[in-house]
């Protein structure tokens, strides 16, 4: 399953993730809105039942303000 950031497993076995023509990711096994970003070797997820997510990360670069 998903792991959360306190490290407990959400309730939710998804088998894929798929995208829709927008680019929006889905979770073909289970109903909830899903957010996906990567940078570099890092990579982020955000999900909830209802709401729908977003998330963005970037590798900080020295000399931004």
């Known amino acids: 399953g998903l ?7 959400l309730d939710c076995y998804c088998q894929r993730v798929e995208y829709l023509e ?3 990711p889905y979770l073909t096994d289970c109903h ?3 957010s996906i970003s990567h940078t570099k ?3 982020a997820v955000i999900a909830d039942d ?3 997510v977003a998330i ?3 590798v900080f670069q020295p000399g931004w303000s």
């Not at 792991?3 to 497993?9: D, V």
């Open 50 to 52: 209802d709401k729908r």
């Open 56 to 58: 963005d990360i970037e």
């Open 41 to 43: 070797n890092y990579v």
């Open 3 to 9: 792991q959360s950031a306190n490290n407990s497993t």
């Open 32 to 34: 909830k809105e899903i």
């Open 22 to 24: 927008s680019g929006r």
